[in-house]
Each structure stands twice: as structure tokens, then as C-alpha cells.
């Protein structure tokens, strides 16, 4: 069951003497779950004790250039959580419908009892110079990476304050950081969500609940490891290869890593979920291989 303020601050304590299960009890609501990065948030919090809520689209969309998780794939995140002895129930859920994200807390509520942790995950991305983009293009994006936050974010946060307890975690970019070029939408849309999440850490200071922002550079999952992206840093190839981008990407930040693994921007969302960081609200934590040493 889902904490009372009481017995949430007793269990913090608890979590730091038990850091294999630290964060028992918990209920973890990820959007965007079914693979990549959210899967890798799944199934680490189900290692250290928590009950997951999966929820993913299931299907492509029209102006996204390469394919998006399948309900084969939600159902492999929910046998992988179970796995680690986790309880796990997996929605299909598209964060661009309010009433859905609504219809999931409910569900979430008669199943574990409320969501102690918010992960907006879900996200997407596609490719085109600001005055070739198309409304549909903008549209999409802005729909599912900015609104869909602002739809998840908003139908947990009653929920959380109401018990006194809960973190919230965006998953931004360092596309949102800074200007990048053929991802004008994007990088609006992720901005965009980083101004969210610090105002509504704001809204939210003193009620026990806190909400952050991760800010991933380039991960290793699929919706980098598809041609559309590979093309887009590689124009002068036909049909380019992972091998053949990883000098372009590796490029892209100091340290020369071609792409971070989920599990480094897992870790970071575990750390602003837990115990150490209760006094930490309105950051933002880049996971970007060096490039926040180029900005001012």
C-alpha cells in the first residue's frame, strides 16, 4: 500500500540501512516503458522493491521515422520486472490523452494503492530544419514530449500531495539545453518541459512532494539506433551503419562516447527518487558526457 507521510519519512530511514530493497513499498508509475530507457527505470526500481505501473503507446506514429514500441515489447518489461519478484501492471496509455492518463491513476489506485513515483518518460523524436518542418511534425512532437508531460504530470500530483509524499521525475535532454539544429521541436518541447517541472516544483515546495528533471544526452536505444537517425548524422552515406556513426556521434561530447547506456540515466533517476535527495526539487541533472562544461 501506498504510504501515509508517517510511515513514508519511517520508511526513508528504513530504506537507508536496506539499500538492496530502498525503495520497498513504492509504487513507480513510468510512461514510455516498454523499452529503452523507461524499461531500464522498470526494472531497476523493481530490483530495490518497487511495484511498477508500465505504461506505453503500442504503436507508431505518423510523422515519428522509425518504429516505436510494440505491446510484445510492454509485455517483456513486465515479465523482466517480474522476474525480480516485483508486481507489475502494464497499460498501454497514450500521454497525449488526458482522460487516459487520468483512467491509469485510477487504476493505479485500486490496484497499489496510489504512485509514490512519477517518471514522464514517454518521448519521441524526429528530424527537419526549423522552416522545413512540417504542423504535423511540430504538432506531434510538441503533443507527446511537452503536453504528454504536462498530462502525466498533472493527473499524479493531487494524488501525492494529497498523502504528503511523492518525487517526480521529467526525462528531458540535453536537447533541451541548447539550440540544436534539425531538432528545433525538439528542443522546444523538451525546454519546454524543464520549465514545467521547475514550476511545478515550486507549486509543490513544502508538501513533501518534489519533482526534477534528468537530461540525457545521446542514449543507446532504439530511438537512436534506427537509419533515420543514423542518416541524419551521416548524410554523405547510403544506408550508414552503427559502426559507421559511432566517430560522428562520439563526437558530439567531451568524454568521446559514442552514446550513454540507459543504465547511467537510470541511475541518476533512482538518486533523485531516494532518501538522499528529499531536500532536492527544481534541478536539473544533465547525463551528458561533458557537454554541460560548454554552456554557460
Not at 31 to 56: L, N, P, W, Y
Request: aromatic letters at 6%; one cysteine or more; proline letters at 6%.
Amino acid at each position: 500500500m501506498t504510504a501515509t507521510p508517517d510511515s513514508a519519512h519511517d520508511r526513508d530511514h528504513d530504506a537507508a540501512r536496506d539499500p538492496v530493497h530502498d525503495f520497498a513499498g513504492r509504487t513507480v508509475l513510468i510512461t514510455g516503458a516498454a523499452r529503452g530507457q523507461g524499461r531500464s527505470h522498470a526494472v531497476e526500481f523493481a530490483r530495490r522493491g518497487a511495484s511498477i505501473v508500465a505504461a506505453d503507446l503500442c504503436a507508431d506514429v505518423d510523422t515519428i521515422p522509425y518504429p516505436l514500441a510494440t505491446v510484445d515489447d510492454l509485455e517483456q518489461t513486465r515479465a523482466l520486472v517480474e522476474q525480480e519478484g516485483a508486481r507489475c501492471l502494464a497499460v498501454r496509455a497514450d500521454v497525449r490523452d488526458p482522460a487516459r492518463m487520468h483512467e491509469v491513476v485510477d487504476e493505479v489506485v485500486r490496484a497499489f494503492g496510489g504512485i509514490d513515483i512519477c517518471i514522464a518518460n514517454a518521448g519521441v523524436v524526429s528530424f527537419g530544419p526549423v522552416v522545413e518542418l512540417t504542423d504535423a511534425q511540430w504538432s506531434t512532437m510538441l503533443d507527446i514530449d511537452l503536453t504528454g508531460v504536462f498530462h502525466t504530470l498533472r493527473a499524479v500530483a493531487p494524488g501525492m500531495t494529497a498523502r504528503g509524499w511523492g518525487r517526480i521525475i521529467t526525462i528531458a535532454s540535453m536537447g533541451g539545453r541548447a539550440g540544436t539544429p534539425n531538432l528545433g521541436h525538439y528542443s522546444a518541447a523538451k525546454w519546454g518541459a524543464i520549465g514545467l517541472t521547475k514550476t511545478l516544483a515550486l507549486e509543490l515546495a513544502g508538501t513533501g512532494v518534489t519533482a526534477n528533471i534528468v537530461c540525457p544526452g545521446t542514449v543507446s536505444t532504439d530511438m537512436v539506433h534506427n537509419p533515420a537517425m543514423y542518416s541524419l548524422f551521416a548524410p554523405d552515406m547510403d544506408s550508414p551503419t552503427r559502426e559507421q556513426v559511432r566517430g560522428r556521434y562520439a563526437r558530439l561530447n567531451p568524454l568521446g562516447e559514442p552514446w550513454t547506456d540507459p543504465a547511467d540515466v537510470t541511475a541518476a533517476v533512482a538518486y533523485l527518487a531516494s532518501p538522499a535527495a528529499r531536500h532536492v526539487t527544481g534541478e536539473t541533472l544533465e547525463i551528458g558526457a561533458g557537454v554541460s562544461a560548454r554552456m554557460p
